[in-house]
């Protein structure tokens, strides 16, 4: 292994874990600390932390696949990815904020049962936010693994144990606040990444002009706004992204843990033009290997031959810098929100009486080894499409999680009986829909699910509003005051 990758992989992989940890130490002597950072996380770190945790293999990798493979088509889905992030921001995160502070929930299972008044949310919601995080941790694993056995020389089974047993250590001693400060400086490492891969990219090809020619005189459909692409695909993808933004387990808390509400309009620019700027480079490191003719017999390894046959030796080792950031955040806030769910929301529950603090920090830290394991052990299966593996554990959480949210945050008839069918039969609908469903309606399976739970939501609770049960009277003015901006 040449020195200059080995340093590059040392420092990334060593050096920034640990002082994070260090700088952070303080914040790790309670659960509401460790879990949500303190409720004091700033603008530029909330901004970083999210758009970090939403940005992963699912975007490099599978981004820069689709886009290889089907042209302008395989990145145009990405419009919803846009609309998202500003949703997410603007509309949604200053009101999350809000109502967790007030209502003082660590957990979006909580969250739940304190405004629909069942405790049966905790239980069926943190089910389903572990079910649906194993297969992202598997796929956004075997993506970090799979970079470093081709670009630093390592066996896929070494570079896989390295990355998951540094990444396991630091996300269970961490906590929220060295993810959010690791995710900030990793962030950056990604801007100056995609930064040089755009200039690499447009001067290979000539400009953006230049690669619509190249990619012309292949197949005319690359350069169109659909291509070839299914046309389910695209509009599934399209939703995924539009929801998935403020659905995702491992987003909300840092939502949760920022300082005040006008924490949310600080970090709403910052993170929609980073996202933006990520989504872009990805697409153009996907389209450019095409454009120049270069086959690749997988989509997905179309950000390695980027790095690798396209940009020069320097830039490569930026590019996979950018790849294992993006991955490696996404994944310590994935395993802080299903270790912190096992723990606060079902073995708590469990158990009958609360924890301690010491016990549930003690806890936490354990189910978050055992999930990192348990997802290590299944990354020796072969996945399909990144993007799509992804996408689908995404949209789950966009039924289980994004409907009955911004039905709680936003709608005051929303009722409990409601809501308790989008986290039962909303995502058996949705696998069953992704399995018979798709071929014969043309219907991607977020739209279709969607339809379904919408509408029985709606009607639902235009029947049986909840503004006349006890359980919501309690945290009316809590849910539904106008917040401090």
């Known amino acids: 292994m040449e020195t200059s990758k080995l340093v590059a992989l040392f420092v990334f992989l060593i050096l920034l874990p640990c002082w994070a940890l260090y700088y952070t130490r303080s914040g790790l002597k309670n659960v509401e600390g460790y879990v949500l950072g303190g409720r004091v996380l700033g ?34 889905w990405q419009i919803g990815a846009a609309f ?3 949703i997410s921001w603007f509309v949604v995160a200053p009101k999350i904020r809000e109502v967790s502070h007030k209502t003082k929930a660590i957990t979006t299972p909580e969250l739940f049962v304190k ?34 056995e081709s670009y630093l020389g390592l066996s896929y089974s070494w570079a896989l144990i390295l990355f998951s047993t540094v990444l396991v250590i630091f996300s269970s001693l961490g906590g929220r606040s060295a993810i959010a400060y690791l995710s900030t400086v990793q962030g950056m490492i990604m801007i100056i990444g995609v930064t040089v891969a755009i200039i690499v990219a447009l001067k290979a090809v000539g400009g953006i002009s230049g690669m619509d020619y190249l990619l012309a005189q292949q197949n005319s459909s690359l350069t169109t706004f659909f291509g070839e692409m299914p046309r389910s695909l695209w509009y599934n993808l399209a939703f995924v992204y539009l929801f998935g933004l403020f659905s995702g387990p491992h987003i909300i808390p840092t939502f949760y843990g920022m300082k005040d509400s006008r924490t949310a309009r600080l970090a709403f620019p910052i993170g929609v033009v980073i996202s933006l700027y990520w989504t872009f480079a990805a697409v153009l490191i996907g389209l450019v290997p095409r454009a120049l003719g270069i086959g690749i017999e997988i989509p997905d390894k179309a950000f390695a ?17 950018c790849l294992l950031a993006a991955i490696f955040t996404t994944l310590d806030t994935l395993l802080m929100a299903a270790g912190s769910s096992i723990v606060h929301d079902i073995i708590g529950r469990i158990k009958g009486k609360s924890f301690t603090e010491s016990e549930e920090l003690r806890y936490s830290k354990i189910a978050t080894v055992v999930i990192g394991i348990l997802a290590l052990i299944l990354s ?17 959480f966009v039924i289980v999680i994004g409907v009955p949210m911004i039905l709680a945050l936003f709608w005051d008839k ?22 018979y ?20 939501s709606i009607i ?3 029947v049986k509003p909840a503004n006349n049960e006890s359980y919501f009277q309690e945290y009316r003015e809590t849910y539904f005051s106008r917040i401090e901006a």
Not at 305 to 321: D, K, M, R, Y
Request: charge should be positive; glycine fraction near 12%.
């Open 460 to 462: 639902w609770s235009l």
């Open 43 to 76: 603008p530029v770190a909330s901004a970083f932390t999210a758009a970090t945790a939403a940005t992963s293999a699912g975007l490099f990798v599978g981004g820069a696949g689709m886009a290889y493979q089907y042209g302008w088509g395989g990145g145009t």
């Open 437 to 456: 469903l798709v071929k014969i309606t043309g219907l991607g399976e977020l739209p279709g699910t969607l339809l379904v739970v919408l509408t029985v």
């Open 305 to 321: 031959v980027f790095a690798t046959n396209v940009a020069p030796e320097i830039v490569g080792i930026l590019l996979v810098l």
């Open 380 to 396: 020796k299966i072969q996945m399909p499409l990144i993007t799509i593996l992804n996408a689908f554990g995404f949209g789950a």
């Open 84 to 86: 998202g992030v500003f």
């Open 115 to 148: 405004r629909y008044g069942s405790n049966r949310f905790y239980s069926i919601v943190a089910f389903w936010i572990v079910f649906f995080t194993i297969p992202m941790l598997v796929v956004q694993m075997r993506s970090a693994a799979l970079t470093i």
């Open 414 to 435: 929303a009722n409990r009986e409601a809501a308790l069918f989008c986290t039962t039969i909303g995502p058996i609908i949705y696998m069953l829909w992704r399995i």
